[in-house]
């Protein structure tokens, strides 16, 4: 079944080296001193791209040491509308990161303190240049953990995390970023601090700005401290791996395993394809349409009763084979395959378009199936993977960047990925974000109104439009 | 320790019986028909108050059948800026849906269907006018609930849950309600109708208006549909309720309950006074300075492991008594005592100011402590009860309403309270919203340029302010 095909209907203008009016980058110079003002061309550089190979050129790199310094640039460049670009580590795929319109990028290296750990309040307060990784290891004494675990925690910043809603297999048991967030401290497009939230897991006061500001990918606002929610950290882990005849019968065990008052701590989906190129890899695993990855959480009364139950709801039609791993080391070689996966890919193909999509979840075998049919059609090998739990699968278009035709097929296939994904009652991102990559399809997942209000709040924060510019919405017809 | 009282800045316009533009009156008649236009004085006085027993007549009730009605009627209102205020079942506490500038009343009570159950991807559709305890009968066949639990349940609608983020005792387990939605339909000041959100618990697709629409009061939009977060129901449950010294022993329970993995499904705080209360009125209690009632969930193999590991963590210093219910009869005679605390708050006093304000767990017992002063000072009994986990009291002021003296002390009192709620790092409210009640002292609670965003914000979906006028956000000064 083909659904035809969405077409991105603008461009952004990459690259500007645009340079600032000297007066104003003389005063952002005389205010943020020499560690904090860089105009040459290495730090310049080394700010301008992200995990999406994209790349443009900033005219400036701020980088401020306190959110008084934030609000200062962010005033200081709207008198020029100069344009506003802030950056955690550069580990975003989007491009949400990349300042095609030049102006000043604003890195929060230095703005990298956890400032209180409260486990009575199970809460911690950080600034957005801490690590998510850095965080983890010290709420570790504490028995607590801060939920989002993207693939890149040892690098990503939380202020990325939050930019961009980040998530991870977790999150089908402690939700993502935003579910994980208390309160906010950020500067809007006008310069001015804005406090929304706090210490606190309720609240029905006021406009819940927090969750707004939460992955809007710094186009409402700098975030320049968060409050963020903990979770006691269960101090067992025990998995399973089952194999199935094929997609559907996969999706049928999610449901089942969904259904259970006991939430899986991690629900992880591999298609077909994804399974082939690991036996082709030398992978221990049987021929097999699906492959779930199942783990559970708990201590040592709790986690067996709990991995039973995810056990039998397993088990059922199409089941072709399930290993269980209450130890750590049988855990990790359960785990070893998904992890084998992302080398497997790169054996076929060194070109990769990765896209984080998201369907109901009793739709995951429609667009299994669909990917295979694209698959023949581009003549591209597509491999579908992800967070069974949520929906939220990984849709990955393999091409050499170095054949023109493959690569013209594999941009090709993109939007049919979008529209099948949409025609399924989906959405475009489930943890990824929207940055330019998928811009340019948020006319197709929001009606002209709703893309409308959003425009609208977005000038209600930001009136002159100068942070991060042409990312998230799509221009105006 | 006495901390300076806020004051109410600016009063409101109750009562006011304006009529409609006649040709506005009959196009709206005429769309509407005679079953969903009602100008006669009984259906405007029927649809005029809440349980705050402040109430204001409206020019018209509205009671539209679907979306493309709610539309309709919100435009041809903002050709003349005539004020729009959305009615569920007029629970709430706060003014919220009193029409204190007349206008129209749009009352769901014909958009009340359950659209969609959908277990496989656990969520429901449903439109704003069904009951809460509808749905969740609706819902028992397929073994889920919806998590949102006030005490109004059974009359409440979803709508006015969405409204105001409502919550109840499960929400330190499950969340709230904004925790437990994934999409709305909702129709803007503008007469748009916006989509957000949809069938998937994981989303980083442009900006988050549905968890923006929660806890707005029909500011923002009027919601026509919403797409709500459905839970597995563990089957069996247990309690326990533990007497401690005092509201500081009894927070250190709190704080070890938390910081286990096995988060409590209710955890409920009862303070000296009602303890002394209940006991005056025959229940059957320990004289004790707190009381603590925890619920745990699970099955039959993790039930007991569960209670067990509560009951672990409930013991420690200032325990006087704990009981133990397995099951329900005993479970029922432990809630016994709170299900008391009402009719007992009655007995001494017809009269009660209940909010529901919020701090940080560990600032429960200065709380308890500074309104046992102002209960001191004002001389009026002060009762602090409520959602320990998640640190929201409800502190109950007790005053005899005949009474002009003890009435203005009553009112006095309350800018104090929430001077003692700010002071410790608080906030307004948790589960009731602020409607008019608690507008004025958002000042307190935001700074000015986080309230100029929330009306930037307003503005951005309302640009006449004809939602709701004079709710949530005070005047500008």
Chains 1, 2 share one sequence.
Request: one cysteine or more; hydrophobic letters at 45%; a negative charge.
């Amino acid at each position: 079944m083909a659904t035809p095909a969405l077409t991105p209907s603008s461009t952004y203008n990459p690259g500007m080296d645009n340079a600032l009016p000297a007066a104003l980058a003389a005063e952002l110079s005389a205010l943020l001193g020499a560690e904090g003002w860089r105009t040459d061309e290495a730090a310049r550089r080394d700010h301008g791209e992200d995990d999406s190979r994209q790349w443009a050129m900033p005219a400036a790199v701020a980088i401020p040491r306190d959110r008084n310094e934030v609000a200062a640039i962010v005033r200081v460049c709207r008198t020029q509308r100069v344009p506003i670009v802030a950056r955690g580590a550069g580990t975003g795929t989007t491009g949400a990161a990349v300042p095609f319109e030049g102006g000043v990028v604003v890195s929060f290296a230095r703005m990298n303190r956890i400032l209180a750990i409260r486990p009575e309040d199970r809460c911690a307060v950080v600034e957005p240049g801490v690590r998510n990784g850095e965080l983890q290891q010290a709420l570790q004494a504490h028995g607590l953990f801060w939920p989002p675990d993207p693939s890149s925690f040892e690098h990503c910043t939380i202020g990325g995390n939050l930019a961009t809603n980040a998530g991870g297999p977790r999150a089908v048991k402690y939700g993502a970023t935003r579910d994980n967030v208390l309160g906010l401290v950020a500067v809007s497009g006008s310069g001015e601090i804005l406090r929304c939230g706090g210490s606190w897991s309720k609240n029905a006061t006021g406009y819940d700005l927090t969750h707004l500001l939460v992955g809007s990918e710094g186009t409402l606002g700098l975030i320049v401290e968060a409050t963020l929610r903990l979770v006691p950290r269960p101090p067992l882990q025990a998995g399973l791996r089952a194999f199935y005849r094929d997609a559907l019968t996969a999706a049928g065990a999610v449901a089942r395993l969904m259904s259970r008052p006991q939430v899986p701590a991690m629900l992880e989906f591999m298609d077909a394809r994804s399974i082939e190129l690991l036996r082709r890899n030398g992978s221990e695993v049987p021929e097999a349409g699906a492959m779930l990855l199942v783990e559970a959480d708990g201590d040592e009364e709790t986690l067996p009763l709990a991995l039973a139950a995810l056990g039998d709801a397993a088990e059922g039609e199409g089941l072709i084979a399930l290993d269980v791993a209450m130890d750590g080391l049988a855990r990790d070689r359960l785990w070893a395959a998904r992890r084998a996966l992302s080398p497997a890919l790169r054996s076929i193909a060194p070109g990769k378009i990765n896209e984080d999509v998201v369907v109901p979840v009793s739709r995951m075998p429609e667009l299994v199936a669909a990917m295979q049919a694209l698959s023949a059609r581009a003549g591209l090998p597509i491999v579908v993977f992800g967070h069974a739990g949520n929906g939220n699968l990984h849709v990955n278009i393999l091409y050499h960047p170095d054949d023109a035709a493959e690569t013209a097929r594999a941009q090709a296939a993109l939007p049919e990925v979008f529209a099948q994904v949409l025609a399924l009652g989906g959405t475009l991102s489930g943890e990824h974000g929207i940055g330019v990559a998928k811009r340019d399809y948020m006319r197709h997942a929001f009606d002209p109104a709703t893309l409308s209000a959003m425009r609208a709040v977005k000038a209600a924060l930001d009136p002159d439009g100068i942070l991060n510019p042409g990312k998230v919405l799509p221009p105006v017809d």
